[in-house]
């Protein structure tokens, strides 16, 4: 049987630089944000105690990532609090075009797809549109659908029923 007393003491010593890393960059942060002359407030607090989980991943990975040990990994974790925002949108912008790139490359391998199409539009709910990879004929319908997909979409509704529409909302115009 594993020992678990053991395996905190593990995880206690090789993370314990990264939380104490974290806490002095918080007040760092906060150091920054008193010296630039503005005020800390509940909310700000609130969201860096909130993000001080996704930072703590973040910043054991890098030091994973790069075998550091002992005042490095502090350094690892006072950084990553103290460039928090920074950080944070740079993993999620990274990680989001990582899944588009992948999404991208999976939808153009199957051969077709169902997009949504807005309620309103005068189209129906579901349109098949087929990928422009292939010079088939259901290929070439399939991009001219998603150019009056996109055209239906994207153009205003004339004056004269833009006009009408704001006579129906005012009864006093009537």
């Given amino acids: 049987m594993a020992d678990p007393v053991g395996a905190l003491s593990d995880w206690i010593a090789r993370n314990a630089p990264i939380i ?15 010296s630039e002359g503005r005020k800390l407030n509940l909310r700000s607090i609130l969201a860096d ?3 001080l989980g996704m930072l703590g991943l973040l910043a054991v990975t890098i030091a994973d990532w790069c ?10 974790g006072a950084l990553s609090a103290v460039s928090s925002d ?3 949108r740079l993993a999620r912008d990274r990680f989001v075009k990582k899944v588009e790139s992948d999404l991208g490359a999976a939808i153009g391998a199957v051969p077709s797809i169902a997009a949504h199409v807005p309620a309103g539009s005068g189209e ?6 087929m990928p422009a990879t292939s010079d ?17 979409t994207s153009q205003c509704p004339p004056a ?3 006009e009408a529409l704001r006579k129906l909302d005012d009864p006093g115009a009537v």
């Fill in 124 to 129: 129906p709910d579901y349109v098949a549109i």
């Fill in 49 to 51: 105690m909130l993000l």
């Fill in 20 to 34: 104490v890393g974290l806490g002095i960059g918080t007040a760092a942060k906060y150091g920054l944000t008193l």
């Fill in 160 to 162: 004269d029923q833009i």
């Fill in 136 to 152: 088939t004929e259901q290929a070439r319908a399939g991009v001219a659908l998603k150019k009056a997909f996109r055209a239906s």
């Fill in 86 to 88: 920074r950080l944070v």
């Fill in 67 to 76: 075998n550091l040990t002992g005042n490095a990994r502090v350094l690892v």
